[in-house]
């Protein structure tokens, strides 16, 4: 019993020990931050006439939001005859009779619009991109998502970056339009300044690799045929794309002054599905191009950070299994404390507390001084941004196997609702509305690694390790608040 309670608390150390090394590299993502963020882009030039730009809008099943996100892009300032607009459609709903009743409106009015439909998904986004690609008049292209509402001024405050020769993309930092419409949507929101504010400028203005997110951003349309174009062998073609380009030299340009603002989802399930695309697709890059970055000239410290940012997904991995085995780690560490009179577990539990969850509080925290002049109203969020993050382990654990075994699975879009903040009513309205996260069972398993886990907290209780228990209270709270959430709200829609 002693030699399996010194194994398995071995165990624990160890997967512990190896997610904080990916907490010490937020520390080390703050400290780029702050060293290298007064260094922003300034374009070399400006165009002295303003080149062709087509902005692409690939669009699946999104009769809520369409009409909205081509208005918004025909309202930018930029001269109509240097601006070509692609829908890109591959809906199998109505948003395909919606959309083109809408460009044909918009053509009337003047405005340059094409309307692009194909009648299967090959390639998916990917492919509707490629697709559009061979009719691109433009020099340029940028890409919005159907959830975004680009500012009038955003094309303008980005293609004077292209008077660079170097410069192949340049990507603007996203909003949230409906930040405060939940509790969800306050945590998403915080966890995507983390990823913009802290990483994207951190990366970016220190040499390092950055990647495209997939809409927001504009590309000089030589720069995608020179990395070999849109590829639709995994599920986050922007980057794969983005570390393509990099390698074959092309710079990349990060304004986290220039804001597109968007709908993050509102319903859990939605966003669980959202999460499981990013980290398959990341993980899918990784494997694909992980030995091509090791084997190319390009400096060490740009090998490891593309390292530590596409294997990042693993960390959930990990967290699940060292979740699987925390209650009997619990008993063993309890059992064993006091029969051999441990001492030294306080000081480990505690340096590897402030390892593994102190930076990534440290980090997010971070994130909201440098981006929101009231930061400290939302300091409130942290426990339950960094339980989330544990709770959607099984979630993306099953991404991670899925892409590590090679199990092929379409792209499942986030369903959007065109809702703004739960101050704008009507705030329900979403719950009456077509699409949805998809169904799993998923949700209970979570439910009862929730429970599971409370009794993880109880034991630890019982055997004095208090040092353990802030730890230990952020899996069963993660867990319940994701699982009964999406139990919840799926019912709730049903009924």
Same mark, same amino acid.
């Given at each position: 019993?002693?030699?399996?309670?010194?194994?398995?608390?071995?165990?624990?150390?160890?997967?512990?020990?190896?997610?904080?090394?990916?907490?010490?590299?937020?520390?080390?993502?703050?400290?780029?931050?702050?060293?290298?963020?007064?260094?922003?882009?300034?374009?070399?030039?400006?165009?002295?006439?303003?080149?062709?730009?087509?902005?692409?809008?690939?669009?699946?099943?999104?009769?809520?939001?369409?009409?909205?996100?081509?208005?918004?892009?025909?309202?930018?300032?930029?001269?109509?005859?240097?601006?070509?607009?692609?829908?890109?459609?591959?809906?199998?709903?109505?948003?395909?009779?919606?959309?083109?009743?809408?460009?044909?409106?918009?053509?009337?009015?003047?405005?340059?619009?094409?309307?692009?439909?194909?009648?299967?998904?090959?390639?998916?986004?990917?492919?509707?991109?490629?697709?559009?690609?061979?009719?691109?008049?433009?020099?340029?292209?940028?890409?919005?998502?159907?959830?975004?509402?680009?500012?009038?001024?955003?094309?303008?405050?980005?293609?004077?970056?292209?008077?660079?020769?170097?410069?192949?993309?340049?990507?603007?930092?996203?909003?949230?339009?409906?930040?405060?419409?939940?509790?969800?949507?306050?945590?998403?929101?915080?966890?995507?300044?983390?990823?913009?504010?802290?990483?994207?400028?951190?990366?970016?203005?220190?040499?390092?690799?950055?990647?495209?997110?997939?809409?927001?951003?504009?590309?000089?349309?030589?720069?995608?045929?020179?990395?070999? +174009?849109?590829?639709?062998?995994?599920?986050?073609?922007?980057?794969?794309?983005?570390?393509?380009?990099?390698?074959? +030299?092309?710079?990349?340009?990060?304004?986290?002054?220039?804001?597109?603002?968007?709908?993050?989802?509102?319903?859990?399930?939605?966003?669980?599905?959202?999460?499981?695309?990013?980290?398959?697709?990341?993980?899918?890059?990784?494997?694909?191009?992980?030995?091509?970055?090791?084997?190319?000239?390009?400096?060490?410290?740009?090998?490891?950070?593309?390292?530590?940012?596409?294997?990042?997904?693993?960390?959930?991995?990990?967290?699940?299994?060292?979740?699987?085995?925390?209650?009997?780690?619990?008993?063993?560490?309890?059992?064993?404390?006091?029969?051999?009179?441990?001492?030294?577990?306080?000081?480990?539990?505690?340096?590897?507390?402030?390892?593994?969850?102190?930076?990534?509080?440290?980090?997010?925290?971070?994130?909201?001084?440098?981006?929101?002049?009231?930061?400290?109203?939302?300091?409130?969020?942290?426990?339950?941004?960094?339980?989330?993050?544990?709770?959607?382990?099984?979630?993306?654990?099953?991404?991670?196997?899925?892409?590590?075994?090679?199990?092929?699975?379409?792209?499942?879009?986030?369903?959007?609702?065109?809702?703004?903040?739960?101050?704008?009513?009507?705030?329900?309205?979403?719950?009456?509305?077509?699409?949805?996260?998809?169904?799993?069972?998923?949700?209970?398993?979570?439910?009862?690694?929730?429970?599971?886990?409370?009794?993880?907290?109880?034991?630890?209780?019982?055997?004095?390790?208090?040092?353990?228990?802030?730890?230990?209270?952020?899996?069963?709270?993660?867990?319940?608040?994701? +699982?009964?959430?999406?139990?919840?709200?799926?019912?709730?829609?049903?009924?």
């Amino acid at each position: 019993m002693v030699v399996l309670g010194k194994i398995l608390v071995a165990t624990y150390f160890a997967i512990l020990g190896v997610l904080s090394l990916y907490g010490f590299h937020r520390y080390i993502m703050v400290a780029l931050y702050y060293w290298y963020k007064r260094h922003g882009a300034k374009p070399k030039e400006t165009f002295k006439e303003l080149p062709l730009v087509t902005v692409q809008l690939p669009v699946f099943n999104e009769m809520y939001v369409v009409t909205r996100l081509l208005d918004a892009v025909c309202a930018m300032e930029y001269p109509r005859d240097r601006l070509q607009v692609q829908l890109l459609d591959d809906s199998i709903d109505e948003t395909t009779q919606i959309a083109e009743a809408h460009v044909r409106s918009l053509v009337e009015k003047g405005h340059n619009v094409s309307f692009i439909h194909r009648n299967d998904r090959t390639g998916f986004k990917a492919g509707a991109l490629e697709a559009g690609l061979k009719t691109a008049t433009g020099e340029y292209v940028a890409i919005f998502d159907a959830d975004f509402l680009p500012s009038r001024d955003l094309l303008m405050k980005l293609i004077h970056y292209f008077t660079d020769p170097k410069v192949g993309m340049v990507q603007a930092r996203w909003g949230h339009v409906n930040r405060d419409f939940s509790l969800l949507t306050r945590v998403q929101s915080i966890l995507l300044d983390g990823h913009f504010v802290i990483e994207h400028t951190a990366r970016n203005r220190s040499g390092r690799f950055f990647n495209f997110n997939g809409t927001a951003g504009m590309w000089r349309k030589t720069c995608i045929e020179d990395a070999g +174009g849109w590829h639709h062998d995994t599920l986050t073609e922007d980057l794969d794309l983005s570390y393509r380009a990099q390698l074959n +030299g092309w710079q990349f340009i990060f304004l986290p002054e220039v804001v597109a603002p968007a709908e993050v989802p509102v319903e859990m399930n939605a966003f669980k599905s959202q999460q499981h695309r990013w980290a398959k697709g990341s993980v899918q890059v990784g494997l694909k191009i992980l030995p091509r970055i090791w084997m190319s000239p390009i400096p060490l410290k740009t090998k490891i950070e593309a390292t530590f940012h596409l294997t990042g997904n693993f960390a959930y991995l990990l967290m699940l299994l060292m979740s699987l085995i925390l209650l009997p780690v619990t008993l063993m560490r309890g059992q064993l404390g006091f029969q051999l009179g441990w001492q030294a577990d306080y000081y480990i539990d505690l340096a590897l507390f402030i390892a593994a969850t102190i930076s990534v509080g440290m980090f997010y925290v971070v994130s909201q001084i440098e981006g929101h002049r009231d930061w400290w109203t939302r300091l409130k969020y942290f426990p339950l941004l960094i339980s989330v993050g544990i709770g959607l382990s099984l979630n993306n654990s099953k991404a991670v196997l899925e892409a590590l075994f090679g199990h092929d699975s379409s792209f499942v879009r986030t369903p959007k609702y065109n809702v703004g903040n739960a101050a704008e009513p009507p705030a329900d309205n979403w719950k009456k509305k077509k699409y949805f996260g998809a169904r799993s069972m998923m949700a209970y398993i979570e439910i009862f690694l929730g429970l599971y886990f409370c009794v993880s907290l109880y034991t630890a209780w019982q055997y004095g390790m208090y040092s353990s228990i802030p730890f230990l209270a952020l899996f069963p709270l993660g867990f319940l608040y994701v +699982g009964v959430l999406s139990l919840f709200q799926r019912r709730h829609v049903a009924a």
